[in-house]
Structure formats: C-alpha cells, structure tokens
C-alpha cells in the first residue's frame, strides 16, 4: 500500500493512495473528473493544465500556479488544488465575466489556464497593474486570438477591480465579495490548518526511488518512466532556505526558481537577477523547479546552472551522513555525467556575497524570447577597480556538452584593463573553449556567433561608458 | 452581442473529445507507425503483442473489411501501411488496449524488420528525381515569353518557406460508438464530417447511412482537420465494429506532430519585369510545392498558390507554374490560407528585390500595381469592388505612414544597437471553395412549441464563432432575442453530404442556408398571422423584437403564442434549407473563369524593431485597414483578425519545423516548436473597418474573415528584413523564411573562424 496522499481539491478534501509520482493533472482529469484543466503539451510549455496550489505558510494561504500536466501528486499533499471548477460560482467571476465581453476565447482550449493565471495574479497582489497582470500570463499560450483580446479583457478585469483591491486588500473575505472567488475560500484557511495535523504525504529516503526535485524536466523527458516509479520528492520544508553565513549565499536543495528570483537577500546582491529571472522558464515552471533539479539534470544550457557558474558557486552533496563540498563547476564530467555518487544529493548550493565593485549580467538568446530554452546562454561576474578587472567568472551554456564554466577566458580577463582590446582577446579565447554541435536549437556556427555577440552584450551591459558601442557592431 | 459559446469556456465547461463521459467498456487505441521515412517491411509480427496485458486486439490493413483507401481528392493514401512506408509517424497498426497505458507498452512487443530506402526531404531533390504528386499546372495571361528585354529592370531570385504546424490546442481525435445493425456513431474532432463519412463507408465496405459522424466543437484546427482528422476517425471506427465496443482514439502531442501533416514548405523561383518608375509588366513564377508522401489536399492548395500569386497587383503579362512534389514527409495539409500565403509571399519578395534595384520604396510599387475596377485577374475574373486601392490609400491615411515612416528613421538615427523596419502589406484573397461543386450547404430548423429554436447546419464550431454568427442571423431574420436559439452539433444525419467547414466559407454557406430555412419558417408564420389578425396581405406581417405588426402597426400578437397557435393549427414549424453560392465556375481545362462570389481586401502597415547585437526583433505593431463587409459580429471578425495576423507572423518569425535528413521531425514538441506567446505577439495591433464595404454574397452583407488576415503577417518579415538593412544597407538577403534569430544574425555577420572541428549531430 502507497501511503496516503491528503489534500483539498477545491471544495473537496480528498484522501488517494495512487502512486505520488502520478501527475495531478492525471489524478483531476481521470479519477476527479474535473475535464476544464486541459492536457495539451504534457511538457509545462502551454499552461492549458494550470492550476492553483495553496499552502499554509505561516499561518497564511499562500497561492502558487503550477503546471498540473508535471507536478507529481506527492506534491499536492497538504495543498489546496484549485481547478477552473473550483473557481465556478452561480455567475461569472470577474476574469471570467471579462473574457466573455471581450472575446478573449475563441476555441476556449487555453481558455481555463488564462483564468486560473489571472485569477492568482488578482488574489496574490494588492497593488494591481495591468503589466504585472500580464506577466503572470506569461506561461499561457493561445493559438486562436493572437492575445490582443485577452489582453484586453485582462485590462478592463485590473480597471475595474484595481482601487477596491487597493483600499480593501486580498483577503479572502474581500476576494469572494469583488467576486474574484467564491464562498468556500473563507473555509480553507481552517481545513488546511486541520489537514496539517494529519499527515499528509512525506517522503522517505530509499535509494532505489527516484529523487524528485520539481520534476518540470524529468516529466517532460521520462513521463512514463517517472510515473511507473515511486519517487522520493526534494524535501520542500528544510531544505528550503535562502540565507547569508559569514561570507556565503547559502540556497537550500528545494528551493525553486521563483524564490530565487523573489528572494530580499538575492535582490539586495544581485539586483539585476530579478529582472533577468524572467528570460528563464515561465512563473508555474519558476514556482516548481529548484536549483538542485536544476543543476543535478546537467542540461548544457541550464539557466540557473549557467548563472551560479559565474557567482562561483560551490555544491554541498550528502549522503544522509556524509558531506562533501565540491566546486559546481568541478561537478561535470561528460555529457550528463556527474561527479555525484549514486546514493549522494544535493543539499544547498553556495556562494561568495559579491563584494562591492561586483558587475553582474546575464543573456540569453532563443527562438522565442519567453519560455523558450536557449540557443546560447552566458552569466559574467566581474570586479572592476579603476578600470583593471581584478576578477573574473565567466560561463556558457548550449556551446559544450555541459554547462561550461570558460575556464581559460575567465582566467584571461583577470588583471586586464577594460579595453576593447582586451575584449577581442577574450572573445577568441571564448572559441577555442568550446564545441557547439548543430541541433534544433541552431547551427553550430551560430552558437559560435552567438556566443561571440553575447559576451559583447555583457560588456555593452555594463560598461557603457568604457566600451565604444560603434566599434562593436 | 454576448458569444454564448465563451461563457462555457471560461467555465472550463466546454466538452472537447478527451472530456466525454465514455460508455462503459470503452476501449482505447494507440497507433503502432513507421519508424522510417521510406522503406519496405520485411516481416511485422504483433503477435508478442497482441498477448500483451490489456491488449484486446491489433488490426493492421489485413483486418480492413472494404477499401484500405481514405485518399479524398487522389486516391493514394491507405488507411494502414501494407507493404511500403513513405514517411515517419505512418500508421501500419492500430493496438487496442483496455487503457492507453497498455497500448502505449505493447508498441514495444510488435517486431518489425524494414528495409531501409533512402529518404527524400527536399523539395527541389524531389522535383529532379521526378517525385511529382501530378502533373504541374500553369495559370497565364499576356505574354510572358518574349519581352524580357523590354522592361527597365528585370529581377530573377529564388525564395525558400518553411512550413507550420498547426498547433491547435486539442488533438486529433475521435470516439467511435457502436450502433444495433453493423452501424457506428463516430464523435469526430473534424472540419469535414461528411468526408470523414465517406472515408469510414468506404474501409468499412458500408453504405453511407450507417455511419453516423457528430461533431460539437473542435479544439482548434485551421485546417489541420479536415482531411487530417479522417484517419483516426475511421480507424476508431474500424476497430469499434470489429471488436463491438466502443473504441476511443486520441492522438499524444508527440504522435499529433510527428503523424499529421503541416502548411506545406514551397521553394520558388520568379522573374519580374518592371518599368524604372516602377510599374510591373511581366512575374513569371514556378512554385515547388513539398506535398508531403501522398496527395492530401495539395493539388488543390497548389491551384490557390496560383490563384494569389499577384496577391492585390494587376500584371498584364503573367505565367505561374506550379509543381506538387512527392517526400518522404507527412502529407502537408490544409492550413488557414490555403496556399494562398506562399503565393502571396514570393510577389512580396519579387517586388522586395525589384525596389533594391530600382532604389524605390517597395512600398511606392506596391502602391502603383494595385488591382482595380475593370482589370481582369488572370484567370479570367473581373475585378469588381476592388477595395484594394481604398484599403491602400485608407491605411496610409489613416495611420499617418509618413510619419510612422519618419519616425523610423529617427529612430535608426539615434540608435546604434536597435534598427527599425516598416512595410506595408496588401492583401486580396478570393472566397469561394476553388472546387466549385463544393459551394454548398444545408440547413435544418425547428421551432419547439415554446418559441425556442433549434438550427443545425454543416458549419463547424472550431473557435472562429461561426455558431455566433449563424445565431445572429437566425435571430435577426426571426427577429427575437438570440437567446432563443441553439446551434446543434454538426451531425450527417440531420445534414447530409456536407462540405467542410473550410476556405472562411463557413459562416457565408452556412449562414445563407440557415436564414433561408428561417424566412421558410417565417412566411409560414406570417401567412397564418395574417390570417388570425384577420387581414388581407401576409407580407404586410412583420415580427419586430418577437411582436407582430402589421402594416407597421404593433398588434397583440406575441411571438411564444404565435408559435404555440401555428402548431395548434398544423402547420409546419421546422425547414429543411439548402444553399448554393451562385455565379462560380472554372475550367480546368483553360484555367480561366469566375472561381470566387467575391475578394476581401485590406492592407497592414507593420513596424519591427531589431536588435542588432543579438539578432533577435520584436514587432511593435501591426495596424490595418480591413474590409469586412457588413459585419455579423464585429468582436469574433476582430478576434478572427487579431488570431490570424499573430498566427501569421509566428509562420514567418519562430515557427520553424526542422528535419533532419533522414526525414525525422526535430521540432516534435513544444519545448522545440514555439508559436507566438502573450509576449511576442505584436504590443500594439490596431484594426479598423473599411467604411462603406458591402457584399451580395455574404449573410447580412458581410464578408468572410478566417484566412484574408493571416497574410498581414506577411509584413512583419519584410519589416525585419528592412530593418537589417537599415543596419547594413548593402545586405543582399537571401529571402528564407522562417526568418528566425538565427537567420538575422547569421545574415548580418560573418561566421567566427575557428579552427576547431564542428561535429554535426541531430
């Protein structure tokens, strides 16, 4: 017998015993019956599967989006799942009202995931602005309306409920009566805070279970591996943490792209990060993918990966009794090769507090420029004093078979001054580094170009004044 | 008007194949397909498999009881692969399973040996081994072959499109029920019922009325169902009367791409004659169409290509060949636009050329070769309400495009990492099937004895509104609230021998068939009211917001007791309509005629913005000028439009299918093929009627709308491409489309030299 997976799904507290690596989307759709989610791409790359995951979190509700067609079940227990259903009331909510005025559905397959997105980003934030409205569409995707309408309909939806929001808050009591959300909301504070005192499900360590950490990629390349197997999910409470000891940004396994990005200590080091966050995946994908995931799957062209590539972050991997420390950038040996011991995983990532003459930037170049994967990513880390670089970290992804720390350009830019000059040198040692191949992704001699082009746009970047623009394009 | 459809869809309450509630013992089929793009099979045994747990049965082509034949215009497409394979993801057996999950496992026991062929991707590989789908077909006028040396400027070039998956949201799919009598019900995601009847009688060895093919909505489709849902159909079918059980059949986003075909690739070579001001007296064009590995729709999409391959110009001296060329890929489909984009596209790109080298604007030679009153297309129609030069003259007008054109190049003044490009891009697009015959459709209307009413017609829901629309004019011509009226599902027992739900004719056929139904209704009614008024003229009766009048005088007469009074009186209060587009034909054998009741016309004014550094653009806007008629419901022709000039600019900007030789889709999901998002789409896209546009053909004067806004998109690739050369004036480009970022930054730098070898790996 599995054990018992509890949780709300919208008004209903339910109890399974199905495999926790079963999707929820599976679980809503064929044993819930609940056929408003949609399964379109199974890959989190569309949002028709979208739905709210709620949890306790200090005493609070706290609502995330999540791709259902990728999120195992083991990750529902102790949640709220809100489906389109779930949202119902007699009459139209709000989103729901406006996208029918405007026209914002037309073969209305997307249609349940633009209103559950919406529905969150209008229960999750006080301040409404239509931008940020739509930023939380951002991993919805329609194929009939061209977005023109449903940017409309999201416009007169924020119009109409900006300044009640504003002057009366998110609370739920006020979310049901703009009808946003129906009644039963106000009940799930308490049935959470009960279902909490029972267990829900846990993982427990077992070696011959796959170790899950948000699953938005091991869903997409193994899916009828993955959900044959029981799986052990990356413990979500303690390993979930974002803090500063001694000199060292100490991230937690399980903590996810979105906390990253979201992060008060990531943005007080690394203001730029917040902003850049967003070229990377989409906010239900940032809500469920961590960094451990994200550097244990050793894509070549991992975003995070890339990013603590150049902050020079070391690994902390355990095996439940034993620690080891190792440089991320030691932790590559081939082509989806670790140097990670079968039963050992990640437990936090660190790395150095930037020091004060720190430049930072991050570019990334795909076909499409949001939830898209890259052709070519690069991260650059520099101290600059007096216009000499006193150190340098510089790293690529799509142009090796691993996500390459550019060991000799790094090393190159050390003791330099800022020059053209010493940006020509730097770019031709950026070649002999790496080893693109042809995919689907581009052709080997773009990625080259690539790459090229984007180690000029981190300097373009950030140092405008010292790097003549005309000299480079 | 509220569109009632939508308020499902926000509820998440819209029914789609997957959200049926199935009959009990429901079984489910997976397809087993070829994991080749050309070969033989050597031996293919299913036996392991067919002991497999929860496998039921596997049917190849051995258990089809009538034809293994569902080709619809050429009959070259079996149902099931017999012995030869002619691309990867064709169908050779249908596995049966208690559940998906067991199907999906017994594909690993069925043993299959093959004898590989070599594979034909390309189309021009195709064209000079002489792997023709049929024989090419040329449409002329003028003279084309001498004169060359007459015009001031000739411009020869090649241009290469890529293709476009379809995307819709929903799969292809289909629920096959079975009925008493060796008869079956199929719950069919299809554009085209009545061929996915047809198909079904003619594998099952059974006459037409035992098949019955319902359809509620479709999840999206753009042409990708309508000959392309007919496979599934029938072999869900197939399986359901051999095994007497319901049978379901829902293609994985993986099998849906790599099985289905997509918009057809097309290479093409042109040659255009002009005179230094400009003026376009001879295009000669041979478009190498990639059909794919069996007919499909192609020839017929072909004939489009050459039907618009002026686009909105009159060229007196015209001859356009085209070329349908057999590959080992899926068969390429219909897809919105019909091969019209392509044709439209290498004109583009003739006139794009022609301005380089007579160094004046293109837009300035599109300006002076619009198609006007009293010109003749080239295949024999007159024009006649050109609204080409109006749209023209309205959009530069109206969106200032001298200033926008100003403001561009301050913009390039000022900036050195960022380079801009407007265009402007006409459109003129026939409507009409171009296969005459298929110009018709029926329609069936009750009226219930409580007043509500019920319209079935051959018209597909598929998001486009057509339910909208035919509920509009169904209340219009009764007039009472719209709330009164269902649209039923499309179904061949109500109405027969339908044509798909295609060529933006749906709401002009459908909606025509159903207001003659109604005003049927309506006489009977108006007939019998007169009499109960006790007045002499009938016509005189009118129903205004459901009161009746006469005379212009309200009576007491309410519509729900009027009803009720003329079924109490035995009379009729249901209409069986059918509807015929008058005034077309074509003959083939001359390739001259009148194919289309009428063009719709517009123009787009688009503005890109590249950024040099990285090669990746964005399209800032897209404002047009549109004739839409008179029209029904101006939110769903607005969001037809919007939908259609984004899908259009994700066929030329990021969607790029990428094979690799041996004839395996690459691109194969969502991670690989992207289509515009919330955030690619155009920031700003602005979209005004043209004023005073009228139109006989259409119901209610309106016009169609599905495919004319698609080719807008065609702008924004000629806005990027002038933005790059903006940035290198001198750039000579090759015209390649998709023009992805790796395109535009492989076109404005110089590859990096490198030493080191570079492995190729797909």
């Known amino acids: ?35 408003g989610t949609k399964l379109v791409c199974r890959e989190g790359d569309c949002g028709a599967c979208t739905v709210l995951a709620g949890e306790l979190v200090n005493d ?34 709000v989103p729901q009202h406006e996208f029918v005025e405007e026209g914002a559905t037309q073969c209305g397959f997307c249609t349940p995931g633009f209103i559950i997105s919406l529905t969150w980003y209008l229960i999750t934030h006080k301040n409404y602005s239509v931008d940020d409205a739509i930023n939380g569409l951002g991993g919805n995707i329609c194929r009939c309306t061209g977005y023109a309408s ?54 427990k360590s077992n070696g011959e279970n796959i170790l899950v950490g948000g699953g938005t990629d091991l869903y997409v390349q193994k899916y009828r591996t993955v959900t044959s197997y029981r799986i052990n999910l990356i413990d979500s409470k303690s390993l979930n943490y974002i803090k500063v000891e001694k000199k060292d940004i100490i991230l937690g396994a399980s903590v996810t792209f979105e906390q990253f990005k979201q992060s008060e200590i990531l943005k007080k080091y690394l203001p730029r990060l917040e902003n850049q966050m967003n070229l990377i995946a989409s906010l239900p994908i940032r809500n469920s993918a961590t960094i451990a995931g994200n550097i244990v799957n050793a894509s070549p062209i991992a975003d995070l990966t890339i990013i603590l590539l150049a902050l020079d972050a070391t690994l902390v991997l355990t095996d439940s009794s034993n620690e080891r420390i190792i440089k991320l950038k030691n932790f590559y040996k081939g082509y989806k090769l670790l140097d990670k011991l079968e039963n050992e995983f990640i437990k936090e990532v660190r790395f150095p507090v930037p020091s004060s003459n720190f430049n930072f930037n991050f570019e990334k170049v795909s076909k499409r420029m949001y939830l898209d994967i890259a052709s070519v990513n690069t991260a650059i880390f520099l101290d600059v004093e007096n216009g000499n670089v006193a150190s340098a970290k510089i790293s690529a992804g799509g142009v090796a078979p691993i996500p390459l720390f550019l060991e000799k350009t790094s090393k190159y830019l050390q003791d330099k001054a800022l020059s053209i000059e010493t940006l020509g040198s730097a770019l031709e040692i950026a070649q002999s580094e790496i080893s693109p191949i042809s995919d689907v992704r581009g052709s080997a001699e773009y990625k080259r170009l690539l790459l090229n082009q984007l180690i000029k746009a981190h300097f373009i970047s950030l140092f405008p004044q010292e790097i003549n623009i005309g000299e480079l394009v | 008007m509220k569109n009632t459809d939508t308020m499902k869809h926000v509820r998440g309450e819209s029914l789609f194949i997957d959200d049926f509630t199935l009959p009990e013992g429901t079984l489910h089929a997976v397809i087993f397909d070829s994991p080749v793009a050309n070969g033989k099979i050597k031996l293919l045994d299913i036996e392991n498999a067919k002991a497999g747990k929860g496998i039921i049965d596997i049917l190849t082509f051995k258990d089809i009881p009538g034809q293994n034949q569902i080709g619809n215009i050429i009959q070259d497409e079996t149902l099931l692969a017999e012995k030869e394979l002619h691309y990867i993801g064709e169908p050779i057996a249908i596995i049966i399973a208690e559940s998906v999950d067991a199907g999906e496992k017994a594909k690993h026991l069925i043993q299959i040996d093959i004898e590989e062929l070599p594979a034909i991707t390309d189309v021009r590989d195709a064209f000079e081994k002489g792997s023709l789908i049929t024989d090419p077909v040329t449409f002329s006028m003028g003279n084309v072959e001498k004169n060359w040396d007459l015009y001031d400027v000739v411009v020869e070039g090649q241009v290469d499109i890529g293709g476009q998956e379809h995307l819709y949201l929903e799969t292809q799919g289909a629920i096959a029920i079975p009925a008493e009598g060796n008869e079956v019900k199929i719950i069919s995601s299809t554009q085209g019922p009545t061929v996915v009847q047809r198909a079904a009688a003619k594998v099952l060895g059974l006459p037409m009325h035992k098949i019955e093919v319902d359809v509620l909505r479709l999840g999206g489709a753009f042409g990708g169902k309508e000959d392309q849902a007919t496979p599934w159909a029938v072999m869900s079918a197939l399986a359901c009367l051999k095994l007497n059980r319901p049978v379901k059949l829902l293609l994985d986003r993986s099998d849906d791409l790599r099985m289905t075909g997509k918009r057809h690739p097309y290479s093409a070579d042109y040659k255009i004659g002009l005179s230094k001001e400009g003026k376009i007296a001879a295009y000669e064009a041979t478009f190498y169409q990639n059909a794919g590995a069996v007919a499909d729709l192609s020839t017929a999409i072909l004939e489009r290509t050459l039907f618009h391959a002026t686009n909105s110009y ?9 070329i349908s060329c057999k590959t080992n890929l899926p068969p390429n489909t219909a897809f919105r636009g019909f091969g019209g984009p392509q044709g439209m596209f290498v004109i583009e790109s003739a006139i794009f050329k022609a301005s380089e080298k007579l160094k004046i604007p293109a837009t300035e030679i599109q300006k002076m070769n619009l198609i006007k009153d009293g010109d003749q297309f080239y295949y024999g129609q007159n024009a006649e309400n050109s609204n080409a030069i109006k749209c023209f003259n309205m959009a530069i007008e109206k969106y200032n495009f001298d200033k926008l054109k100003e403001n561009v190049v301050r913009f390039n003044k000022q900036n050195k990492l960022f380079k801009k490009g407007i265009a402007l891009m006409p459109v003129c697009f026939g409507i009409s099937f171009t296969s005459s015959f ?36 169904v209340a219009k011509t009764f007039s009472v609230d719209i709330s009164r009226i269902k649209i039923e599902t499309t179904n061949t027992t109500r109405i027969a021998n339908t044509s798909a739900t295609a060529a933006s004719t749906g709401a002009d056929l459908n909606g025509n068939a159903a207001i003659i139904a109604s005003k049927n209704i309506l006489e ?41 009074k003329v079924y109490f009186n035995r009379i009729c209060l249901s209409s069986q309509a059918y509807y015929a587009t008058p005034d077309i034909y074509f003959n083939r054998s001359k390739n001259k005629g009148h194919p289309f009741a009428y063009h719709v016309y517009g123009t787009a004014v688009v503005i890109s913005k590249v950024d040099i550094l990285r090669g990746i653009y964005e399209i800032e806007s897209v404002k047009v000028i549109h004739d839409f008629g008179k029209s029904i419901d101006t939110k769903v022709d607005l969001g037809q439009a919007e939908g259609g000039i984004v899908q259009g600019i994700g066929w030329l900007t990021v969607e790029e299918l990428v094979q690799n030789s041996e004839g395996k889709l690459l691109s194969n999901s969502l991670s690989t093929y992207k289509i515009p998002d919330i955030y690619s789409a155009p920031k700003n896209i602005e979209i005004h009627f043209l004023e005073d546009s009228t139109n006989n053909y259409g119901p209610l004067k309106s016009k169609a709308i599905g495919e004319p806004p698609f080719m807008y998109g065609i702008g924004a690739y000629f806005s990027i491409i002038s933005a790059m050369k903006n940035f290198k004036p001198g750039l000579d480009i090759k015209i390649t489309a998709p023009i992805t970022p790796e395109r535009v930054l492989m076109n404005l730098y110089e590859p990096i030299k490198t030493t080191a070898p570079t492995k190729q790996t797909h």
């Open chain 1, 60 to 93: 609070k509700v706290i609502y995330k989006t999540v791709t259902s067609c990728i999120y195992p079940m083991g990750k529902a227990a102790g949640k709220h799942i809100v489906t389109i259903e779930g949202l119902n009331k007699q009459e139209l909510t």
């Open chain 1, 150 to 203: 449903i940017i409309r309909a999201v416009e007169k939806t924020v119009n109409k409920l900006k300044d009640p929001v504003c002057t009366q808050g998110v609370q739920v009591k006020n979310l049901i009566e703009l009808n946003i959300l129906p009644q039963y909301f106000s009940s799930i504070h308490a049935g959470l805070k009960s279902l909490n005192m029972k267990t829900a499900y846990s993982s």
């Open chain 2, 438 to 473: 298929l110009n018709q459709a029926g329609a069936l209307v009750h009226v219930y004895t409580d007043g509500s009413i019920s319209v079935s017609t051959a018209a597909i829901e598929m998001g486009q509104g057509v339910n909208q629309k035919i509920k509009t004019v």
């Open chain 2, 314 to 322: 009159f060229i007196p001296n015209i001859k356009v060949t085209g």
């Open chain 2, 524 to 564: 009977r009614l108006q007939k019998f009211a007169a009499k109960e008024l006790g007045k002499e003229y009938p016509n005189l009766i009118e129903i205004k917001n459901e009161t009746v009048f006469y005379d212009g005088n309200e009576t007491t007469l309410k519509w729900e007791e009027l009803i009720w």
């Open chain 1, 1 to 35: 017998m599995v054990d018992s997976i509890s949780f709300i799904l919208n008004n209903e507290q339910v109890s399974t015993h199905v495999y926790p690596s079963t999707t929820l989307l599976n679980f809503i759709r064929k044993d819930k019956k609940l056929t």
